[in-house]
Each structure stands twice: as structure tokens, then as C-alpha cells.
């Protein structure tokens, strides 16, 4: 059964991860590196230290993490792995639902990527434990 919801959850992120997909083959033709982590497929723009010319951290589609460099996927790995779960969640419905919370911040005078709702969301799920600093 948990194998069954798992395929579920994939199924219904697909069309998602299909856009990830499109723009990781082009990321790799320009030289970029795959890896496969956590049940996504983790894309680094750069491979080396040297920076890229994207100009986000990173940033997940579906199934598939788009990231400047290893060392930088790396370091968001619980973050974006958050990301994939709301995708896992909303499926296609996400693409929509991701702006509409930005939209929402921008016109209430707020930081529409700070305060969107599943940034936020991610941010508080990512936050380490009271009792891992014990």
C-alpha cells in the first residue's frame, strides 16, 4: 500500500516534474551535473565553486531541483526536499497556488517570496528541532 501511495504521489506531481525536466536537459547540454537525491533528481548549474547565471539559490519543479552548484543543493537539500512534498501535495495545482501566495504578500505591501505561504511553510518544517541543540 505504501508503495502504491508513493506512486500516487509522482503520478499526480508529473506534469510538474515534466517543466523540471524540459529545463534540467537544457541545464545538463550547457554542462551542468545530475544526481539523484531523496527521490529527486537534483540538477547543479555549475559544477565547480564558481557561480552561475541564475539568479536563485535554487528552486524545485515537480520532482526535479534546479540548483547553481552541489554545495548549494546540498546546503537546501531539506528545504527544496520540503518543496517537492507541497508538490507531492498540490500537484499541478501548485503552479498556481505558488503565485497567488505571492501575489497575495506583493499586494498587502509585503515580501511576496518571504512571506508566501509555502516558503514560509517550508521554512518553519525546516527548522531544526529544541532537541537536536541538547
Known amino acids: 500500500m505504501k508503495r502504491l501511495l508513493q506512486i500516487g504521489r509522482y503520478a499526480w506531481a508529473a506534469?510538474?516534474?515534466v517543466v523540471g525536466l524540459f529545463l534540467a536537459v537544457l541545464a545538463l547540454l550547457?554542462?551542468?551535473a545530475?544526481?539523484?537525491?531523496?527521490?529527486?533528481i537534483e540538477?547543479?548549474?555549475?559544477?565547480t565553486g564558481r557561480e552561475s547565471r541564475i539568479s536563485f539559490g535554487a528552486m524545485t519543479l515537480g520532482h526535479v531541483i534546479l540548483g547553481q552548484?552541489?554545495?548549494l543543493l546540498y546546503e537546501l537539500r531539506p528545504h527544496e526536499q520540503e518543496h517537492v512534498r507541497q508538490y507531492e501535495r498540490w500537484g499541478l495545482?501548485?503552479?498556481?497556488?505558488?503565485?497567488a501566495s505571492s501575489l497575495y504578500q506583493?499586494?498587502?505591501?509585503?515580501?511576496?517570496?518571504?512571506?508566501n505561504h509555502f516558503e514560509v511553510q517550508c521554512r518553519e518544517r525546516c527548522k531544526?528541532?529544541?532537541?537536536?541543540h541538547a
Open 30 to 32: 550547457m554542462g551542468g
Open 128 to 132: 531544526p528541532s529544541a532537541q537536536s
Open 34 to 40: 545530475a544526481q539523484i537525491r531523496s527521490g529527486a
Open 15 to 17: 506534469p510538474c516534474t
Open 106 to 115: 506583493l499586494l498587502r505591501g509585503r515580501n511576496p517570496y518571504r512571506y
Open 69 to 71: 552548484r552541489r554545495q
Open 43 to 47: 540538477i547543479a548549474f555549475a559544477r
Open 93 to 99: 495545482f501548485f503552479f498556481i497556488a505558488y503565485p
